[in-house]
C-alpha cells in the first residue's frame, strides 16, 4: 500500500515538473515571436516616416521651381506651404504609437496631401509651366512619394497587423500582457470630405 | 495635344492613394511569370517577331549587369490604381535579386490606358522618379499617344509592340550603358585606391617595426641587465650585514653561556622549592635539564668559540651559512640562560592553573547547559553530538585528576578542562554548520530554460530567368496615354 502511494507522489511530481519546463519554453518562445513581429512593425513604422520626410523635403523644390509663373504668389502655393509648416518634422515613434496619434499624424499629412491636390488642380491653368521640364520631373519624384508612401502604409498596416493578431491570441495574449506588449493602431482609409475632389480629377482626366 | 497627361496621373496617384485598398476579381498575385518572365504579355498586344527580340535583349542585359528587367500588359487592372497593381506584381514575383533589388518592370495596361515602370529599391539612385517619368515622356509616350488616332486593334498592337521596344531600349540606354561602365570604373578604382591605402599601411607598419622591435629589444635587455646588478648589489648588502650580525650574535651566545654557567646553582635552589610542593611530572623536563646543564654548558661554549675562529678567517660570501649555525647555537644559549627564570615562569603558571580551574569548570557546566537545549535540534547531525561527548569525557577525566589531597598535576587538569571547552565551543559552530547546510537544502533551486535555435533559409539558384526576390517601395513613374 505504501510503495504505491509513494509511486503515485513520484509520477505527480514527475508530470509536475514537465508541465513547468514546458509552460516556460512556450514563454520564451512566445516572448521571443512577439519581439521579432514588434521589430517588424518598428521597421515598417520607419519607412513610413522616412517616406513622409521625402515627401516633406521635396516641397521646397517645388515650390521653388515656380518661381518666375505667376502661380509662385497664389494662395494654393502659400496653402502648400502652410501645411507643410503645420506638419514640420513629426515623426512617429513606437512608444507613442497610440491611436490618437496616429490619427492626429494622418490628419496633419492629410493636409499636405489636399494642399498639393489643390495646386494640380490649379496648374492646369498655367499650360507653359505644364511645359516645364524640371517641374514635371518634380511631379513625377512627388507621385513617387506618394506611391511609395502608400506602399509603405500598406506594409506597416500588415505588420501591426500580424502583430496584433498573434498578439491577442490565446494563450499568447497572457505571456504579452504579462510583458505589457500593447496593441498598434493601423492606418485607416480616410473618409468624406476628401472623397468629393476624386470625381473632379476623373473629369477633368477624361476632358484633357 | 502633345502635353503630357502627367499632370492628371499625379491627381491619380494622390487619390489612389488616399482610396487605395479595392478587392476586384484579378489580383496582382494571380498573375504568373511566362517562360522566362522577361516578358510577359498577358493582354496579347506584343507582336510576335519583336517580343522575341525584347526577351533576347532582356535575357542578354541581366547577364551583362545582372539586373531583372520584366515587360507586362495586362488585359485588366482589376480596379486598382497602376501604382498598386504594379507594386504588388512585383513584390509577389520577386523581380530582381534578393541582395540587390535590382529589379525593373515596365507595364502595360492597354484597357486602362496607363502606363508604369516601376523601379527596384536597388536601381532608385541610377533611375529616379523624375528620370523615369521623362524616359516615358520622350520615348514611349509620344508612340503611344497615336492609340487615340487609330481603330483597328492590329493597329493598337503595331503601337503597343514599337512603343514596348521604344521604352525596353530607352531604359536600358539609360541604364546600362555608360552608368554601368561607369559603376565598374568606379568600382575598380575604389578597389585600386584600397589596395594602394592598404599598400601604405604595411609599408608604415613595416617602417614602424623596423625601428620599434629593435628599440624595444635594447630597452627589454637593458631592464634586465639593471634589474640583475640591483638584485645583486641588494643581495650583497644583505649577506653583509648578516655577516657582522652573525659576528655579534656568536659574542652575545658567549656572554649568555657565561652568565648561565653563573646563574646554575640559583636555579638548582629554585628547582628544590618546585619538587617540594608538586607531582614529579611538573618539573621532571626541567630537572633533567638542569642536571644536564653544566656538561650542555661546556660543550656550547666550545662550539661557540670554534664558530668564532670560522668566522674571523670567512667573509661575508659565507655569512648565510654560517648564520644557521650560530642561530642554532644563539637558541641554545638563550634556553640555557633562561633556566632559573623557566622554573620561576613554571611555579607562576601552576599556581595559575590551580585558581583558574574551578573557574574553568563552572564554565564548562554553563556552556555545556546550553549547547544541550542547541543539540536537540532535529537539523544537529550525530557526528556533532558525538562531540559533546569527547568533551564530557575529558571534563570527568580532569575532575578525577582534581581529586587527590596532595600532589595534584594542576597544569594536567588545565589542560583537560580547557581542551573540554575547545570541543564543546567546535560541537556549538558545527551545529550551527548543520542548520545551515540543511536550511540550504531546503530552498528550492532556480530552474534553467533552453534556448530555441532558428534554423536559416536558402533559395535555389537559377540561369537568366526573373524572380529572385527583389523588393519594390514603389518609386517609378506612371502616365496614361488614352484619351
Known amino acids: 500500500m505504501g510503495k504505491w502511494i509513494g509511486l503515485a507522489v513520484l509520477l505527480i511530481v514527475v508530470v509536475l515538473g514537465i508541465g513547468s519546463c514546458s509552460v516556460g519554453s512556450y514563454g520564451v518562445s512566445t516572448y521571443n515571436q512577439l519581439i521579432s513581429k514588434k521589430t517588424n512593425v518598428e521597421k515598417s513604422l520607419g519607412e513610413v516616416n522616412n517616406m513622409y520626410q521625402r515627401r516633406f523635403d521635396l516641397i521646397p523644390q517645388l515650390v521653388e521651381s515656380t518661381r518666375g509663373y505667376a502661380i509662385h504668389e497664389s494662395d494654393v502655393m502659400v496653402g502648400v506651404a502652410e501645411a507643410r ?6 515623426n512617429l515613434s513606437m512608444d507613442q504609437l497610440t491611436p490618437q496619434m496616429l490619427a492626429n499624424f494622418q490628419t496633419n499629412q492629410g493636409e499636405i496631401s489636399s494642399a498639393l491636390s489643390r495646386l494640380m488642380v490649379v496648374v492646369e491653368k498655367y499650360p507653359d509651366l505644364k511645359a516645364n521640364e524640371q517641374f514635371i520631373r518634380l511631379m513625377d519624384e512627388l507621385a513617387g512619394s506618394e506611391n511609395r508612401i502608400a506602399v509603405s502604409r500598406t506594409r506597416y498596416n500588415e505588420a501591426v497587423a500580424e502583430f496584433n493578431a498573434f498578439r491577442d491570441g490565446f494563450p499568447t495574449n497572457l505571456v504579452a500582457n504579462y510583458f505589457q506588449f500593447q496593441r498598434y493602431p493601423q492606418f485607416e482609409a480616410q473618409t468624406g470630405a476628401d472623397k468629393a475632389p476624386t470625381v473632379n480629377f476623373q473629369d477633368l482626366r477624361r476632358g484633357q | ?61 541581366q547577364e551583362k549587369t545582372t539586373i531583372e528587367f520584366a515587360l507586362v500588359t495586362v488585359p485588366s487592372l482589376g480596379g486598382m490604381s497602376i501604382e498598386e497593381f504594379t507594386n504588388r506584381l512585383a513584390n509577389h514575383w520577386g523581380v530582381g535579386d534578393k541582395q540587390k533589388d535590382n529589379g525593373l518592370v515596365l507595364l502595360i495596361a492597354p484597357v486602362e490606358g496607363d502606363l508604369r515602370i516601376e523601379v527596384g529599391d536597388g536601381l532608385q539612385g541610377d533611375l529616379t522618379d523624375g528620370t523615369s517619368g521623362a524616359l516615358l515622356d520622350r520615348h514611349m509616350m509620344p508612340i503611344l499617344l497615336e492609340i487615340n488616332n487609330v481603330s483597328t486593334s492590329a493597329d493598337e498592337n503595331t503601337i503597343f ?25 568606379e568600382r575598380h578604382l575604389a578597389e585600386q585606391k584600397a589596395a594602394e591605402e592598404a599598400r601604405l599601411r604595411a609599408e608604415q607598419t613595416r617602417t614602424f617595426m623596423m625601428f620599434a622591435v629593435p628599440i624595444v629589444v635594447v ?37 649568555l653561556l657565561v652568565q648561565a654557567e653563573r646563574k646554575l646553582p640559583e636555579a638548582s635552589g629554585e628547582l628544590s622549592c618546585l619538587t617540594a610542593d608538586h607531582p614529579r611530572i611538573a618539573w621532571k623536563d626541567i630537572a633533567f635539564a638542569i642536571g644536564q646543564a653544566p656538561q650542555t654548558i661546556k660543550n656550547q661554549i666550545a662550539s661557540a ?19 644557521k649555525a650560530v642561530s642554532t647555537l644563539l637558541t641554545a644559549a638563550t634556553a640555557l640562560a633562561g633556566l632559573a627564570g623557566l622554573v620561576r615562569k613554571r611555579r607562576e603558571e601552576i599556581s595559575e592553573a590551580r585558581s583558574n580551574s574551578p573557574k574553568l569548570t563552572e564554565q564548562y557546566s554553563t556552556t555545556e547547559e546550553e549547547l544541550v537545549k542547541v543539540l536537540d535540534h532535529k537539523d544537529v547531525k550525530d557526528s556533532t553530538r558525538e562531540l559533546l561527548k569527547q568533551a564530557k569525557e575529558k ?89
Open chain 2, 219 to 255: 630597452v627589454a635587455v637593458l631592464i634586465l641587465v639593471i634589474s640583475l646588478i640591483v638584485a645583486r648589489k641588494k643581495r650583497e648588502e644583505k649577506l653583509k650585514d648578516l655577516f657582522s650580525k652573525n659576528g655579534r650574535d656568536i659574542q652575545r651566545a658567549k656572554e
Open chain 2, 305 to 323: 668559540d670554534g664558530l668564532n675562529d670560522r668566522h674571523s678567517r670567512s667573509n661575508w660570501q659565507e655569512a648565510e651559512s654560517e648564520s
Open chain 2, 395 to 483: 571534563r570527568d577525566e580532569a575532575l578525577a585528576a582534581m581529586k587527590p589531597q596532595s600532589g595534584v598535576n594542576w597544569l594536567g587538569v588545565y589542560a583537560l578542562l580547557t581542551s573540554a571547552l575547545a570541543l564543546l565551543d567546535k560541537a556549538k559552530s558545527s551545529a550551527q554548520a548543520n542548520k545551515r547546510a540543511a536550511d540550504e537544502a531546503r530552498r528550492p533551486k532556480p530552474t534553467h530554460h533552453r534556448s530555441t535555435l532558428s534554423t536559416g533559409t536558402f533559395r535555389p539558384s537559377g540561369g537568366m530567368r526573373i524572380g529572385g526576390g527583389g523588393g519594390f517601395s514603389g518609386g517609378g513613374a506612371s502616365r496614361s496615354f488614352r484619351r
Open chain 1, 85 to 90: 509648416a503645420k506638419v514640420g518634422q513629426m
Open chain 2, 161 to 185: 509592340t514599337k512603343a514596348a521596344v521604344a521604352g525596353v531600349s530607352a531604359v536600358i540606354n539609360h541604364l546600362g550603358g555608360k552608368p554601368y561602365a561607369q559603376r565598374l570604373e
Open chain 2, 1 to 61: 495635344m502633345t502635353t503630357p497627361t502627367i499632370l492628371t496621373r499625379v491627381l491619380l496617384t494622390l487619390t489612389a492613394v488616399i482610396f487605395s485598398g479595392n478587392a476586384f476579381a484579378q489580383q496582382p498575385e494571380s498573375y504568373t511569370l511566362v517562360g522566362s518572365g522577361h516578358v510577359n504579355d498577358y493582354a496579347n498586344i506584343i507582336n510576335q517577331p519583336e517580343e522575341d527580340q525584347i526577351r533576347a535583349q532582356l535575357q542578354d542585359y
